[in-house]
């Protein structure tokens, strides 16, 4: 099976499935948890006070009302039309484009980004392209604060193992994660990687970001960078 078709599959499924979803997003993954609230707090520390912000892979504008209460301003992309649609139900007066990670096409135009429990659909091979995408969209010295799930190692394990028995293409961390709990391959499944930090830390530097802090919190590894 080719691999580069495996995933574009896989991503379409994963559109399909969260703009099925878009209604009941909120309701599922409405809240904001304390561990984010704080470094997202620590985030917006770091904009100018009346800065334009992106929120990449924004989902039905979780963290907005946060952005607008300070002062700012935010732009939101996102893979699903469906979860934008009931974004733009909530926020009318906030712009936002169906655009994928990878195809992030801003050249300095933001003050700040985030990227918020999203970044574990996306396959390694992607990752540099994904963070070079944000760099660009920035403003020199700008802040990027972005997350990483983390998930049990055996789970990893068997995902892998499951992935291989099957004839699947896949690399070690990736995994299907299903609405009904736990990891499967199958068609009702997210596809999700879960890269090593380490991993994550080289190709914030080989991206030219400049890691400013970073901690374990809520189930997530939690980055904050600022662009060159």
């Known amino acids: 099976m080719d691999r580069s078709a495996w995933l574009k599959e896989l991503r379409r499924l994963s559109e399909e499935q969260e703009t099925l979803s878009a209604s009941s997003y909120d309701e599922n993954w409405g809240e904001i948890s304390p561990t984010h609230r704080q470094w997202f707090t620590r985030f917006l520390s770091l904009c100018p006070p009346q800065g334009h912000l992106l929120d990449a892979a924004c989902g039905t504008g979780k963290y907005w009302p946060l952005i607008l209460a300070s002062g700012r301003t935010v732009f ?3 893979h699903s039309q469906g979860v934008l649609d009931y974004a733009h139900q ?8 169906k655009a994928v990670l990878q195809e992030i096409v801003y050249q300095a135009a933001f003050d700040g980004a985030i990227c918020m429990d999203a970044l574990e659909m996306v396959p390694p091979e992607d990752w540099p392209r994904v963070l070079n995408n944000l760099q660009r969209a920035l403003k020199p010295k700008s802040p990027l604060y972005f997350t990483v799930e983390i998930t049990a190692e055996a789970d990893i394990e068997q995902a892998f ?3 291989q028995r099957l004839g699947l293409p896949v690399v070690y961390g990736e995994a299907a994660w299903t609405l009904a709990g736990g990891y499967h391959w199958g068609p009702d499944g997210y596809y999700h990687y879960y890269p090593k930090v380490e991993q994550v830390k080289d190709w914030i530097q080989q991206s030219g970001f400049h890691l400013i802090e970073d901690a374990v919190g809520d189930d997530y590894h939690h980055f904050l960078v600022v662009s060159s």
């Open 161 to 163: 193992a499951e992935g």
């Open 76 to 78: 939101g992309i996102d």
């Open 90 to 97: 909530k926020f009318p007066e906030v712009s936002t484009e």
